[in-house]
């Protein structure tokens, strides 16, 4: 009967460590999919920033050098 006990405590264990390794591995794969799309947020705020300078230079040129960006 302890035997019993032993291997189903031990099967419950096992699965627990399972469940865990494999909430283990998708927490990373998830945080390696949030890195890229945060890497992807900043490329694309840089390039936002990069238009308005070029517009603002484009507005200033049409405009004489007196254009201001508000």
Same mark, same amino acid.
């Given at each position: 009967?302890?035997?019993?006990r032993?291997?189903?405590?031990? &099967? *419950?264990k /096992? /699965?627990?460590? !399972?469940?865990?390794d494999?909430?283990?591995?998708e927490n *990373?794969?998830?945080t390696?999919?949030l890195?890229?799309? !945060?890497?992807?947020? /900043? !490329?694309?705020?840089?390039r936002?920033? !990069?238009l308005?300078? /070029?517009? &603002?230079d484009?507005?200033?040129?049409?405009?004489?050098? &007196?254009?201001?960006?508000?």
């Amino acid at each position: 009967m302890a035997s019993y006990r032993l291997s189903i405590a031990k &099967n *419950a264990k /096992e /699965e627990k460590q !399972d469940q865990f390794d494999r909430l283990n591995e998708e927490n *990373a794969r998830l945080t390696g999919e949030l890195e890229k799309k !945060d890497k992807k947020i /900043e !490329d694309l705020q840089q390039r936002v920033e !990069d238009l308005q300078d /070029e517009l &603002n230079d484009v507005r200033s040129q049409c405009y004489g050098g &007196n254009y201001k960006h508000r």
